[in-house]
């Protein structure tokens, strides 16, 4: 099983300042790297796919990058609704698709 | 509309038998694999396993395989996550999710239902 870690478990960033998530694969997962955002009370909503690509109608502000086994999701200039528990998950290792156990973004 | 309908809260005693549903609909239910994930209270989100509705073919996380049993129904659209004897442990909230399958092959969760709580207590 691949093991996902993610740092830190708690981030709290000033509105307009930039967030930086970190997620780490306890192996290879390639580019097969997905970032989810969940606020209290909701279901996980996807943020990105394929490390980087964007999902449909996800502003400009969140960027995917990485491979292999570290990847980061970054906030250019955080915004009040971005608040939530943002979790990685890689979907490699068919069927197995495990997810971090996530990154806790307040906002200051 | 895109949607994935999760039947309504559940509470149940340990031992007795429960199938959570997800319905879908807005897409072709047959063409895309539906997985479910647990979040226990106030923890992170679990694989539990997945299901192609177009012929049933199911995979199973390990931690999961022989203590639940996911199915569907493909004529009404629908998946189905089930409890043979429940135990207070099974106390989570459940989602299932679609997968990504566009152009660029197949990605991670791009729709999720809105979740199954199931409580689980004597």
């Known amino acids: 099983e691949i093991v996902m870690t993610q740092s830190p478990a708690t981030l709290s960033v000033s509105p307009g300042e930039r967030a930086t998530l970190s997620c780490r694969a306890s192996?290879?997962?390639?580019?097969?790297l997905a970032w989810y955002q969940q606020r209290p009370g909701q279901a996980p909503r996807l943020l990105m796919c394929g490390t980087s690509t964007r999902a449909t109608g996800l502003p400009a502000r969140f960027s995917g990058s990485g491979s292999g086994t570290e990847f980061t999701l970054t906030i250019s200039s955080l915004q009040s609704e971005d608040f939530g528990v943002y979790y990685c998950?890689?979907?490699?290792?068919?069927?197995?698709?495990?997810f971090g156990p996530g990154t806790t973004v307040d906002i200051k | 509309e895109v949607q994935l309908v999760q039947s309504g809260a559940e509470v149940k005693k340990p031992g007795e038998s429960l199938k959570i549903s997800c319905k879908g609909s807005?897409?072709?239910?047959?063409?895309?694999?539906i997985g479910w994930v647990r979040q226990m209270p106030g923890k992170g989100l679990e694989w539990m396993g997945i299901?192609?509705?177009?012929?049933?073919?199911?995979r199973y996380s390990p931690s999961f395989q022989g203590q639940v049993t996911i199915s569907a129904d493909k004529s009404i659209s629908t998946a189905y996550l089930q409890w043979s004897s429940l135990k207070a442990s099974d106390t989570a909230m459940y989602y299932c999710?679609?997968?990504?399958?566009?152009?660029?092959?197949?990605?991670?969760?791009?729709?999720w239902g809105k979740g199954t709580t199931v409580t689980v207590s004597s």
């Open positions: 192996q290879s997962v390639g580019s097969n």
């Open positions: 999710a679609r997968r990504l399958f566009n152009s660029g092959g197949y990605g991670g969760m791009d729709v």
């Open positions: 807005g897409y072709t239910f047959t063409n895309y694999w």
């Open positions: 299901i192609y509705p177009g012929d049933s073919d199911t």
């Open positions: 998950q890689q979907y490699s290792d068919w069927p197995l698709f495990t």
